[in-house]
């Protein structure tokens, strides 16, 4: 993204204002599936100067997902209205001769955010809050109805078979596109594991796809903003549990690095008054790591084959043992 | 032997990205890929010395274990399941030179899938577990095992 291009671009966007100025735009790390960049807009109106945080989300060139934006924000859109805590989002342009690529841009929440468990040198009180904020806002969010949010445009399951068999066979079909010629038996198995098991949802809710640590703003008060919203969907609301309570994401057995994990379903099922359906919540965990590897996968290919110059990508081959041998415990393949 | 060496050049890379180009990136994120370059290719520098390893180790490991599953015998594996035939090609590609490793581990996916399905026999499960178990091990000490996360 360019100052000039995005003053330019605020000018058309907020006519009835005057003298705006992008200040301080810099690309930041975090949310790896599209380019983030920072920044302050400036203003006057009604003779008053303005300022507001910012952050644009450009289409990256390449990198760990291929997602459709505009479902983004139309998600992040739905979600802000239905009062969870998530960046206001701004302005959506699906015109690429804009800014090269179609981008929006949210507003930018403070707080701070780790890249995978919740960091263990933090205070024992800011966890309890967080950890209680982190189930507090998935059963918001589960409680939600997506009819009421116009979120239709997610595609309904059809049947309470169809979550389970739908997720499997994109992360599958991404799997089969992205192993570059390579097999990982143990994820082969995996996928003809879920494929023969497919678990039947009681419900269809929004699914945030991403729920984890590692993908949330806060402080010492707790979550300021939940993160990353382009895999939501709709879908069986054991998904987001069972990724968010992942080995892979977690530490020293604590689910997400917040809480001993049985605590953790605990607490959801407290929150949302639905319980844990374990059957339903340990297909979504193997699902969730032989997800987690066709990312990956896609982010490593497009590494290697020029999408993306970003130096995290040949981080990710790095991740794959991990999450293999996660999935062979949990399949009994050891 | 031909100086510099893979992995000197590797080193000095390293130095070049923190000594010349790092002091002159002023954004953040530049500094945080210049970083992440230097690391990754630290991690390179050691994979090119022990992928190699690595590499005979595992495919003197699907050799001996599509031998051990042939030695088994046919009542153990049975013709419907396809293992039977994926047992053939893992065998002829063990015996290829070199070793066709991809056709070895997509024979071996099948063998794994039966074994996640509770299709295999008792005698082929054990070699394959077997066979995983040592695999997520090699895997272990090539990669290490506090890595960042995504």
């Known amino acids: 993204m360019d100052q000039h291009r995005l003053t330019e671009y605020f000018k058309r966007r907020m006519p009835h204002a005057r003298e705006h100025r992008v200040v301080g ?62 960046p206001e989002p701004l302005f959506l342009e699906l015109d690429a001769g804009v800014m090269d690529r179609p981008f929006f841009i949210m507003d930018r929440a403070p707080g701070r955010t780790g890249m995978g468990a919740f960091p263990a040198a933090e205070a024992e009180s800011t966890r309890a809050k967080v950890a209680d904020d982190f189930l507090s806002e998935l059963a918001r969010l589960q409680s939600l109805d997506y009819r009421e949010y116009g979120l239709e445009i997610l595609g309904p399951p059809k049947t309470p078979e169809d979550p389970a068999r739908i997720q499997t066979a994109h992360w599958s079909e991404v799997y089969e596109r992205d192993r570059m010629g390579e097999h990982h038996p143990i994820l082969s198995a995996a996928f003809a594991w879920l494929k023969a098991n497919p678990v039947v949802t009681d419900r269809v809710v929004i699914v945030h796809g991403d729920y984890r640590s590692g993908n949330y703003l806060y402080d010492d008060n707790g979550i300021i903003a939940m993160l990353d919203w382009e895999m939501a969907h709709l879908g069986d609301p054991m998904e987001d549990l069972g990724w968010a309570s992942m080995t892979f994401w977690g530490r020293d057995e604590l689910a997400g690095g917040l809480m001993e994990r049985e605590a953790f379903y605990r607490l959801y099922e407290q929150k949302t008054g639905h319980r844990v359906d374990r059957e339903r919540l340990f297909f979504y965990r193997v699902l969730g790591d032989a997800k987690m590897i066709a990312i990956c996968l896609t982010g490593i290919r497009d590494f290697v084959e020029g999408r993306t110059s970003d130096s995290m990508m040949p981080f990710l081959e790095l991740l794959i043992p991990q999450l293999l041998e996660d999935l062979a415990n949990q399949l009994r393949l050891v | 032997m031909l100086r510099p060496t893979l992995n000197e050049v590797i080193s000095g890379m390293q130095r070049t990205i923190m000594d010349a180009l790092l002091p002159e990136l002023t954004s953040p994120y530049a500094q945080g890929q210049a970083m992440s370059a230097i ?24 050799r001996a274990t599509f031998a ?18 994926a047992l053939a090609r893992a065998i002829r590609a063990g015996a290829k030179n070199p070793p066709d490793r991809r056709a070895m581990e997509a024979a071996m996916a099948a063998f794994v899938s039966a074994v996640a399905l509770g299709d295999a026999d008792d005698g082929v499960a054990r070699h394959v577990r077997g066979y995983i178990r040592r695999n997520v091990e090699r895997s272990r000490n090539l990669f290490g095992s506090s890595l960042p996360s995504a």
Request: glycine share 10%; aromatic share 4%.
């Open chain 1, 25 to 86: 735009l810099k690309r930041i790390s975090g949310g790896s599936s599209r380019e983030t960049y920072a920044f302050d807009l400036e203003w006057s109106e009604g003779g008053q100067t303005r300022t507001r945080a910012m952050i644009g989300r450009r289409d990256p060139t390449g990198g760990l997902l291929k997602t459709d934006r505009e479902r983004e924000f139309k998600v992040i859109a739905a979600v802000h209205r239905a009062g969870l805590k998530v």
């Open chain 2, 39 to 62: 690391v990754m290719l630290g991690h390179a520098a050691a994979v090119l010395e022990s992928a190699p390893a690595y590499d005979a180790a595992e495919i003197k490991d699907l």
């Open chain 2, 68 to 85: 051990a599953l042939k030695r088994l015998g046919d009542k153990h594996i049975s013709k419907k399941s396809g293992l039977r035939s």
